[in-house]
Nanobody, 125 residues
Framework: QVQLVESGGGLVQAGGSLRLSCAASGYTFSTFRMGWFRQAPGKERASVATISTRAGSTYYADSVKGRFTISRDNAKNTVYLQMNSLKPEDTAIYYC??????????????????WGQGTQVTVSS
């Protein structure tokens, strides 16, 4: 069965960095686009970054452009999110998701067919 397992979250001071990982199993990882999302308390789950199957295309939410980088290693069935210059407003639970469709662009949560369990990121001021 499809499984997505996130790791790498934690507590960091503003201006710091974290690298999230999402390990996938149970399907042919290299044939699906992947995305990172986040959900803060009281807010909807929002797309952060998306990567194409062979990492040729990446897409970012405006709020993280220039600070976050999404990447993937198809040999390791893993997608990453490098987060630099973190801000308190980046505090949220971060989820990875598999794109259930094929359209390009930033992945919308409604198109995700499988989710990971999430990892907490807390940025202190």
């Amino acid at each position: 069965q499809v499984q997505l397992v996130e790791s790498g979250g934690g507590l960091v001071q503003a201006g710091g960095s974290l690298r999230l990982s999402c390990a996938a199993s149970g399907y042919t990882f290299s044939t699906f686009r992947m995305g990172w999302f986040r959900q803060a308390p009281g807010k909807e789950r929002a797309s952060v970054a998306t990567i194409s199957t062979r990492a040729g295309s990446t897409y970012y939410a405006d709020s993280v452009k220039g600070r976050f980088t999404i990447s993937r290693d198809n040999a390791k069935n893993t997608v990453y999110l490098q987060m630099n210059s973190l801000k308190p407003e980046d505090t949220a639970i971060y989820y990875c998701g598999r794109d259930g469709g094929t359209a390009p662009g930033l992945l919308d949560a409604a198109r995700v067919d499988y989710w990971g369990q999430g990892t907490q990121v807390t940025v202190s001021s």
